[in-house]
């Protein structure tokens, strides 16, 4: 008798710790509360390892001395070709980016057959996160755009600059807007257009510094008389001028509250210096957006348990090569002899001094536009490990949404 009942008892036991087992609701992953996505317009793996090397060198040793993104625990690769060939432009990479989609080169946050494609931007927005859009070059420009506009053609500046008004979106920032007043000078300008739809104009590093929680929808500009197109280089800064890491702290500031935010930050002129082959410039653009990464890298460690930095590029430019010429080497101190940017329209002496420059610390270009090799994607925090491996540009937004249960 007693046999049975151990037996009946054994059963009852192992029964009950099946149905606790099977009705115990599953653990629910962490979602990001705070989503960084750093675009490094152009930044192919040669761009980020010549920088290294330079401030390996600047203190003395050979090697290589991490960039703050380079310290993320994960990495992956990133495939970046457009809808209709290998080589994308800025815009078709862009969508992809944003929107989940391909394009053709030149179209932007529209399908090849122009029907308007929905960035990410939107449903993070509509489920409450605040959202941020912010740039070291225009905020009409390609990368930016592609994160709140639409167009066939990405040169039709002044139409995608008016869309940030409805948009509802919460901080935009950069140097400016291309044609504020239209092609022509003949349109209502687009910064009253936004002040309108009831965002508050800001200029410059003052008023970047102004930029506290619960400003208000804001648009963040250079101060009046200085360039729209983009902010000086970082080989070219002044003290007066905007830098991105300011861009990066006001956007912070903007956007913190408790539901979340989703910011897209772009290191614009890395691109711009690859496209010249002007090297020296290349690893301080490099070394600038890191020190942008490294203010949202600071946010994270406050909050690591809610952030999530995601830090990759739209293409690579230039067909840079840490080592040219057949030699087994690379001199990066040797850029130390350029004291400013190569100039848009430069002179044939400026030129060849540039060009001498690149020959001498061994760095390679094989191209003045992008091409279409894979670029890096770099990740730290709730659900980076999503960004390990190869990977397309397209898979980045859709991981994105998938980490926080919200659909396009």
């Known amino acids: 008798m007693k046999q049975k009942f151990r037996f009946l008892l054994f059963i009852i036991i192992c029964g009950s710790l099946a149905f606790a087992t099977t009705s115990a609701s599953p653990k629910k992953a962490p979602q990001p509360k705070y989503i960084f996505l750093f675009i490094g317009d152009g930044m192919g793996l040669a761009h980020v390892t010549a920088a290294e ?7 003395g040793f050979h090697g290589s001395d991490n960039l703050s993104f380079t310290e993320f625990p994960v990495m992956g690769l990133v495939t970046t070709f457009s809808a ?46 605040k959202i941020g859009i912010a740039t070291s070059v225009s905020i009409d420009h390609a ?73 208000g929808k804001t648009v963040l500009v250079q101060d009046e008389g200085k360039s729209q197109i983009s902010l000086p280089y970082a080989i070219d800064r002044q003290d007066d001028d905007l830098t991105l890491s300011q861009i990066t702290t006001a ?26 082959n002007d090297g020296a410039t290349v690893i301080q653009e490099v070394i600038d957006f890191s020190d942008a990464v490294k ?51 430069p002179s ?31 990740a730290i925090g709730v659900g980076s490990e999503r960004f390990a491996g190869k990977m397309d540009n397209t898979d980045i937004p859709k991981r994105i949404l998938e980490l926080t249960n919200i659909s396009f």
């Not at 090397?53 to 203190?59: M, R």
């Not at 897209?264 to 010249?276: L, N, Q, R, V, Y």
């Not at 293409?315 to 990066?332: I, Q």
């Not at 540039?354 to 536009?369: E, I, P, Y």
């Open 295 to 345: 203010i949202a890298f600071d946010f994270y460690k406050k909050y690591p348990n809610e952030t999530l930095i995601i830090v990759t590029a739209d293409h690579e430019t230039g067909g840079m090569s840490v080592g040219s010429r057949g030699k087994y080497a690379f001199n990066p101190l040797v850029f130390d002899e350029q004291k400013q940017s190569l100039s848009d329209d």
């Open 251 to 276: 956007t912070i500031n903007a956007l913190q509250n408790k539901k979340g935010f989703f910011a897209m930050i772009e290191g614009g002129k890395i691109d711009w210096a690859a496209h010249s």
């Open 53 to 59: 090397n330079y401030l390996a060198a600047k203190q």
């Open 143 to 215: 990368t930016p755009a592609g994160f709140y506009g639409s167009d066939t053609s990405r040169n039709n500046y002044y139409n995608i600059a008016c869309q940030a008004s409805v948009t509802n979106f919460d901080f935009f920032a950069g140097s400016g807007f291309i044609n504020p007043t239209g092609k022509n000078d003949d349109q209502p300008n687009v910064y009253g257009i936004l002040e309108n739809a009831g965002y508050r104009i800001v200029r410059g590093a003052q008023g970047a510094a102004q930029i506290t929680v619960g400003s």
């Open 84 to 129: 209709n060939t290998l080589v994308t432009c800025s815009s078709a990479a862009a969508t992809a980016l944003a929107t989940g989609n391909k394009t053709n080169n030149g179209m932007l946050g529209v399908s090849p057959d122009g029907n308007r494609l929905t960035a990410i931007t939107y449903p993070l927005h509509n489920a409450g996160y």
């Open 348 to 378: 044939k002496r400026e030129y060849d001094f540039v060009r001498a420059l690149n020959d001498k610390a061994l760095c390679g270009w094989t191209s003045r536009s992008h091409t279409g090799i894979m670029v890096p994607v770099y």
